[in-house]
């Protein structure tokens, strides 16, 4: 059976940091593009960052360029994201989701609909 399962979300102040990870499994996550996504109170789902299926491609949207660091291990089958300098407007809950395609990878942007597979969420929330 195919999951995505996301941890590591919390309460934390600004300027803190958390890790975040996708537990994956019933897929050969070596395969796969995975991207992280956040969905504010009263906002579109924004693509955050994503990484390609090796892992050695990643984009970032701009508004957490040099704050956020996604990464990939594949023979644990689990990706990161890495957020430090966190903001109150990095509140929101975190998904990670799955390509829909083996071994697709797009240049710029992680675009939600080349995404099928899609985890329950974490909640993260930055304030003081």
């Known amino acids: 059976q195919l999951q995505l399962v996301e941890s590591g979300g919390g309460l934390v102040q600004p300027g803190g940091s958390l890790r975040l990870s996708c537990a994956t499994s019933g897929f050969t996550l070596g395969y796969y593009t995975i991207g992280w996504f956040r969905q504010a109170p009263g906002k579109e789902r924004e693509g955050i960052s994503c990484i390609n299926s090796r892992g050695g491609y990643s984009n970032y949207a701009e508004s957490v360029k040099g704050r956020f660091t996604i990464s990939k291990d594949n023979a644990e089958n689990t990706v990161y994201l890495q957020m430090n300098g966190l903001k109150p407007e990095d509140t929101g809950v975190y998904y990670c989701?799955?390509?829909?395609?083996?071994?697709?990878?797009?240049?710029?942007?992680?675009?939600?609909?080349?995404?099928?597979?899609w985890g329950q969420g974490t909640q993260v929330t930055v304030s003081s």
């Open positions: 989701a799955r390509a829909r395609r083996q071994l697709h990878w797009w240049t710029t942007g992680c675009p939600a609909t080349e995404f099928a597979y």
